[in-house]
């Protein structure tokens, strides 16, 4: 019904930079909140960031100042750009979409995730 593919992990070296995207495609109305989830090996998924239709933007603490979330609505995706990585940025990073469907019913979308690991 709603896809979300997701491109742009890989390896990085700390302090590299790294571009994550995110396109939702299918049966899609509208798309309220866009964001970015991760989870480490052991941890619980966490929030990264989000950002609203309408522009506005949340971040985690660990990553402000650091990651900027941006979306196109026109093109229905959402970007994480990942400055100044650290090692514990390492994760599988999920994105998700809050969609109202052609149907009119409001749901909570993933993507498969995409790895991103910070090493040297």
């Known amino acids: 019904q709603v896809q979300l593919v997701e491109s742009g992990g890989g390896l990085v070296q700390p302090g590299g930079s790294l571009g994550l995207s995110c396109a939702a495609s299918?049966?899609?109305?509208?798309?309220?909140?866009m964001g970015w989830y991760r989870q480490a090996p052991g941890q619980q998924r966490e929030l990264v960031a989000s950002i609203t239709s309408g522009g506005s933007t949340n971040y985690a603490d660990s990553v402000k100042g650091r990651f900027t979330i941006s979306r196109d609505n026109a093109k229905n995706t959402v970007y994480l750009q990942m400055n100044s990585l650290k090692p514990e940025d390492t994760a599988v990073y999920y994105c998700?979409?809050?969609?109202?469907?052609?149907?009119?019913?409001?749901?909570?979308?993933w993507g498969q995730g995409t790895q991103v690991t910070v090493s040297s």
């Open positions: 998700n979409a809050r969609v109202v469907a052609t149907t009119l019913v409001l749901g909570d979308y």
């Open positions: 299918g049966r899609i109305f509208s798309i309220r909140a």
